[in-house]
């Protein structure tokens, strides 16, 4: 079960969250983001002393300054259940005749007509790098088997 899912899930149902600095934070979760950074509504904060008290009625609070948070245990059970639900999901979407058997790249591929590579054995496939084959361009290649073909 991943934090992000289970904050997800917890959204409108009450949490507490302490910080590093002792703080500690009541209210029902509005919203939260991919670094861990929530809004909470109705929200009773409490010093690290536990012997102030403020009551507001949104605040917002970073992600990298949350010590840990309490959450219900129903919202755990919520979880499990969601995830469940989506692993059978997966596992009804993976019987397809069509799906079947395809791993990353997706099996198609294969036939076409070959072509000429490099190793290519066709005697009119011709590699034409660096020498001179005759023709026009007779100052071009390698000068030694230039100088060879002009004497």
């Known amino acids: 079960m991943l934090p992000l899912s289970l904050l997800k899930t917890a959204q409108s149902h009450p949490m507490l969250v302490e910080l590093k600095n002792g703080e500690t934070y009541n209210g029902h979760l509005v919203s939260c983001d991919t670094w861990m950074n929530i809004n909470l509504r109705e929200v009773i904060c409490t010093s690290k002393d536990g012997d102030k008290f403020w009551r507001m009625p949104e605040c917002y609070i970073r992600g ?6 309490r959450i219900p245990d129903e919202v755990i059970d919520m979880v499990k259940e969601d995830m469940q639900a989506k692993s059978r999901n997966r596992a009804e979407m993976n019987k397809g005749g069509r799906n079947q058997n395809q791993g990353r790249g997706g099996g198609g591929g294969g036939g076409g007509v070959g072509g000429g590579g490099r190793n290519n054995m ?12 005759g023709g026009s361009r007779a100052g071009l290649g390698n000068p030694h088997r230039n100088a060879q073909n002009k004497k």
């Open 64 to 69: 990298s300054t949350i010590k840990y948070l």
């Open 122 to 133: 066709n005697p009119n496939n011709r590699n034409t790098f660096g020498g001179n084959r």
